[in-house]
């Protein structure tokens, strides 16, 4: 999979240019919060920093480091489904995560994938709630409190990513130490808690007062803060690009599409029952029923697609049965599988009602994704086992399934361009769509031609990849114009900023402009019609969009 989509991982244009970004301008002096208007936890851009400043900065470094990141991914997806289950299963679960999510591009733009993922704070926080899962599987299982301490100190690093990945991890979090609780006894219980609260708070302590010598005090609550003002935002909540992505834009729709999909997954599910259940002179035709129905579904693969939507009332049923089972019988598996589930339950939460793999599936579906793997290939059979019947009979219609739905959404996903260009040089070359990215290289070269080292540079309303690429900075706090910065921080005081700090060039994509307005295409949103006009009065065009481009990119001059 790495060698199929080898540097073309990032988009050209959007997301993951904030976070090269960003972390290089840590490097040259800058501080998030005060010289960087930043909108999420301190944690993975102060981490990629840290790697710029060990390893150079460059595209390929972050590249590097995010493999090295996957890599690791990898293990504890299997080390923890092993924890549940046993090896063929982990193995399976790792599988489903290199074909399906790892270096996955299922739209037209890059980002969402693990090697260039559109926010670091996702994976991160990902990889965080991993290895804090794997310890409290140790706590649940020993009761020892190094590992509760660990366990804590992770969560407190995961609270330090995005809310979205945070709550989830916390969730699943409290619930290991209610089940917890209930193995050894309330009252050892509340005796351990000191050990789940303090590192938390000792941790935060810690950021808030390193962040607050550096800038301010201000700054230091703002890291702890991170992104849940967006989260409280009702104006950015109502942003439609949100609302379609939570899936409530279409509520009924989405219900309906729900429950097709699950009926749908359930036939398949039971087909795998039936194997395992039936008796030998029905042994034949159940397996001739399960294999017409998985060649249903590869011949009609683009279903994939949906194939998360009942994701959520899939893992509330695995997590309510594994409680109960949990509570009545004192088993820490059972208890780890429950935390399992709450976790990833509500890692959908940004997507609840429109569930996918793709887009910020790659990140968010991915918990429930090796807890189903977990649930059909490992707890079901030993369901089926505790009722007598054969355990090993369910196992291998089950890992039919499961490599059937994963070569389903294989298939869906997009092949590189066959024309590619190479954008950046040296370190920062990457592969894109030849259109765009040779309009992006075009554009890195006339900026480098126009702008001497040192010049002040603003992409609007959004592509940081080309001060990266370029080493120009932008002047301003506000790095991106999008909606919830603007929304956030206010378009007068923005206005006020670039008054300040005018950037020597602007590069205005057109493509994201009308009536005299930036656009939000995702639910038709103007905004910024002020601001717009404060650059029109204040620079002049000095090379003109091509109308006939994609990305429609015009460079501006200040007016000195």
């Known amino acids: ?30 501080h998030l919060y ?9 944690l993975s851009e102060y981490f990629n920093a840290a790697m710029f400043a060990i390893f150079g900065v460059s595209v390929h470094t972050l590249m590097l480091v995010n493999g090295g990141i996957t890599i690791g991914v990898i293990g504890l997806i299997f080390s923890l489904i092993r924890r549940l289950s046993d090896t063929i299963t982990a193995t399976a679960a790792c599988g489903v995560f290199v074909f399906v999510f790892a270096f996955s591009r299922y739209i037209g733009i890059g980002n969402y994938n693990w090697i260039c993922p559109y926010t670091h704070e996702v994976t991160h926080g990902v990889a965080l709630a991993l290895v804090m899962l794997l310890s409290l599987g140790a706590f649940l299982c020993s009761g020892k409190r190094r590992w509760l301490f660990i366990s804590s100190i992770l969560l407190a690093l995961a609270g330090l990513t995005k809310a979205e990945v945070f709550a989830p991890a916390a969730a699943g979090f409290a619930v290991a130490l209610l089940l917890r609780g209930r193995i050894a006894g309330f009252a050892t219980g509340v005796k351990q808690l000191p050990w789940a609260i303090i590192p938390v708070a000792a941790v935060l302590l810690i950021v808030f007062a390193s962040i607050a010598m550096q800038t301010s005090a201000a700054a230091g609550g703002r890291a702890l803060l991170g992104s849940w003002p967006w989260v409280f935002n009702r104006q950015i909540a109502q942003l439609q690009i949100y609302q379609r992505g939570l899936g409530t834009d279409q509520l009924a729709e989405n219900l309906r599409t729900m429950l097709i999909v699950a009926v749908a997954s359930c036939s398949l599910i039971g ?15 159940a397996w001739i029923l399960l294999v017409l129905e998985l060649g249903i579904a590869i011949g009609h693969w683009r279903w994939a697609m949906q194939i998360a939507r009942p994701w959520p009332i899939f893992l509330l049923l695995i997590a309510a049965i594994s409680f109960a089972q949990a509570w009545r019988g004192k088993d820490a598996r059972a208890s780890l599988r429950a935390v399992l589930s709450v976790y990833a339950f509500g890692m959908l939460g940004k997507m609840m009602f429109s569930a996918r793999v793709w887009q910020y599936g790659f990140a968010l579906a991915l918990p429930a994704a090796i807890a189903l793997v977990e649930a059909i290939m490992g707890w079901l059979p030993a369901l089926l086992a505790s009722r007598g019947y054969d355990r090993n009979r369910a196992r291998l219609p089950a890992a039919l399934l499961i490599a059937a739905v994963t070569l389903c959404l294989y298939l869906n996903q997009l092949p590189p361009s066959r024309e590619m260009f190479g954008v950046g040089g040296a370190g920062d070359r990457f592969l894109a769509e030849a259109t765009r990215g040779g309009e992006m290289e075009q554009a890195r070269l006339r900026i480098n031609a126009l702008l001497p080292p040192g010049g002040t540079l603003s992409v609007m309303p959004q592509g940081l990849m080309l001060n990266f690429l370029t080493r120009r900075s932008c002047p301003i706090a506000v790095i991106n114009i999008m909606p919830p910065e603007v929304i956030s921080v206010g378009e007068d005081r923005i206005i006020q900023q670039l008054d300040a700090h005018p950037p020597d060039l602007i590069v205005l994509s057109e493509r994201d402009i009308r009536d005299g307005a930036f656009i939000l295409t995702d639910g038709d949103y103007h905004y910024g019609q002020k601001f717009l006009a404060w650059v029109i009065r204040h620079y002049r065009v000095a090379l003109p969009a091509d109308k006939a481009s994609k990305l429609k990119l015009s460079i501006l001059e200040y007016k000195r």
Do not use: C, E
């Open 34 to 42: 005060t010289d960087i208007a930043y909108f999420n936890g301190p």
């Open 1 to 30: 999979m790495a060698g199929s989509t080898w540097l073309t991982w990032p988009d050209v244009m959007y997301d993951f240019g904030t976070h090269l970004y960003v972390p290089w301008q840590i490097v040259r002096g800058k």
């Open 271 to 285: 087909g795998v029952v039936f194997v395992g259940v039936a008796p030998r002179r029905w042994r034949s035709a």
